[in-house]
T-cell receptor, first 117, second 111 residues
Framework: NAGVTQTPKFQVLKTGQSMTLQCAQDMNHNSMYWYRQDPGMGLRLIYY???????DKGEVPNGYNVSRLNKREFSLRLESAAPSQTSVYFC????????????????FGPGTRLTVL | QKEVEQNSGPLSVPEGAIASLNCTYSDRGSQSFFWYRQYSGKSPELIMFIYSNGDKEDGRFTAQLNKASQYVSLLIRDSQPSDSATYLC???????????FGQGTRLTINP
């Protein structure tokens, strides 16, 4: 079991370039999440997918789009990268199907370090 | 006021002592509370969660929750150098598990 995997591990973009961050999980989890982590800010939720076929905005969705390709994969796209999107991006997954799942555990991938020049 | 607040530290504790990490939250509708540990350059990993008032123990770790005071803490007994990390408090309001994280407390255990 690889758990949650993310590609790439590192990426440098120029302002205005686009890219897609890939995430996959092999735990048969229903819910998947994208976070960003900035120094001193903790983790902030960008988008999440409570189940296959659904996506919803989190706390900081502007400038991002997501696709839940199937149950295993959840991608994050930056259409026109900006320096403010320089961050570490974490994907996570959990078993919850949505609804009341207050003790659901999220498992995190290793992260993607993105720098936008 | 931030939804979830932690003292960013750094918090320095001698080896073998008790480390006490604190977290306050603003939303009284919050239902469950999580403590994650994050080593430098690594991803967060769950230590434990708590949803009922009182204490919950797991090995050297004890989580304490006081919903009336909107306060949750993590105690680490017999602290080891390997406990040196950033500890993240996260709060869930139910639903689709939309966690809100605090900024984290950096803990250093001194041999």
């Amino acid at each position: 079991n690889a758990g949650v995997t993310q590609t790439p591990k590192f990426q440098v973009l120029k302002t205005g370039q686009s890219m897609t961050l890939q995430c996959a999980q092999d735990m048969n989890h229903n819910s998947m999440y994208w976070y960003r982590q900035d120094p001193g800010m903790g983790l902030r939720l960008i988008y999440y997918s409570a189940s296959e076929g659904t996506t919803d905005k989190g706390e900081v969705p502007n400038g991002y789009n997501v696709s839940r390709l199937n149950k295993r994969e959840f991608s994050l796209r930056l259409e026109s990268a900006a320096p403010s999107q320089t961050s570490v991006y974490f994907c996570a997954s959990s078993e919850a199907r949505g609804g009341r799942a207050s003790t659901d555990t999220q498992y995190f991938g290793p992260g993607t370090r993105l720098t936008v020049l | 006021q931030k939804e979830v607040e932690q003292n960013s530290g750094p918090l320095s504790v001698p080896e073998g002592a008790i480390a006490s990490l604190n977290c306050t939250y603003s939303d009284r509708g919050s239902q469950s509370f999580f403590w994650y540990r994050q080593y430098s350059g690594k991803s967060p990993e769950l230590i434990m969660f708590i949803y009922s008032n009182g204490d919950k123990e797991d090995g050297r770790f004890t989580a304490q929750l006081n919903k009336a005071s909107q306060y949750v803490s993590l105690l680490i007994r017999d602290s080891q150098p390997s406990d040196s990390a950033t500890y993240l408090c996260a709060v869930a309001r139910g639903g689709a598990q939309k966690l809100v994280f605090g900024q984290g407390t950096r803990l250093t255990i001194n041999p």
